[in-house]
């Protein structure tokens, strides 16, 4: 009994040293790709750092970074279901929160954008930056859905 035990321990953290890899070409994305998309659906340009500095773990920037580069490369599906992994760990994350808005905008579902906007702006605590970038993020998610 206490093998098993032991070998599902070590089946669990086998699974999250899994996730805070990043696979080789998937750092973080050219500005300029993500804001070129944005531009086109006539998303609100972001003026919110990448990566700023923020507390969560390893297998959490790992997630968000491979979001990130598959959001620029269009893969917004791919990009979506790494930031609900994200934030099945960290669900509390603005940044995440706020990076899966912009993914839903991108793929067109305004209403889900606006909500999870409004959802970063509200986790956004003292972060003026990201709670404003959301705000303006859900105004031009219900505009481009009336």
């Given at each position: 009994?206490?093998?098993?035990?032991?070998?599902?321990?070590?089946?669990?953290?086998?699974?999250?040293a899994?996730?805070?890899?990043?696979?080789?070409?998937?750092?973080?994305?050219?500005e300029?790709?993500?804001k070129?998309?944005?531009a086109?659906?006539g998303?609100?340009?972001?003026?919110l750092?990448?990566?700023?500095?923020?507390?969560?773990?390893?297998?959490?920037?790992?997630?968000?970074?491979?979001a990130?580069?598959?959001?620029?490369e269009?893969?917004?599906?791919?990009?979506?279901?790494?930031?609900?992994?994200?934030?099945?760990i960290?669900?509390?994350g603005?940044?995440?929160?706020?990076?899966l808005?912009?993914v839903?905008?991108?793929?067109?579902?305004?209403a889900?954008?606006?909500?999870?906007a409004d959802?970063?702006?509200?986790?956004?605590?003292?972060d003026d930056?990201?709670?404003?970038?959301?705000e303006?993020?859900?105004?031009a998610?219900?505009t481009?859905?009336?």
């Amino acid at each position: 009994m206490r093998f098993v035990a032991l070998v599902g321990i070590w089946v669990f953290c086998a699974g999250l040293a899994g996730c805070s890899a990043v696979p080789i070409g998937m750092g973080e994305p050219e500005e300029a790709s993500s804001k070129d998309q944005g531009a086109e659906l006539g998303e609100p340009e972001s003026p919110l750092p990448q990566s700023r500095q923020r507390q969560s773990s390893p297998a959490v920037d790992a997630l968000l970074g491979q979001a990130r580069a598959l959001r620029a490369e269009g893969q917004h599906e791919l990009a979506a279901v790494k930031l609900e992994r994200a934030l099945r760990i960290e669900p509390r994350g603005a940044e995440l929160w706020l990076e899966l808005a912009r993914v839903r905008y991108d793929m067109g579902d305004f209403a889900a954008a606006a909500q999870f906007a409004d959802r970063a702006r509200r986790l956004a605590g003292n972060d003026d930056d990201l709670a404003r970038v959301a705000e303006q993020l859900a105004l031009a998610a219900r505009t481009q859905g009336l």
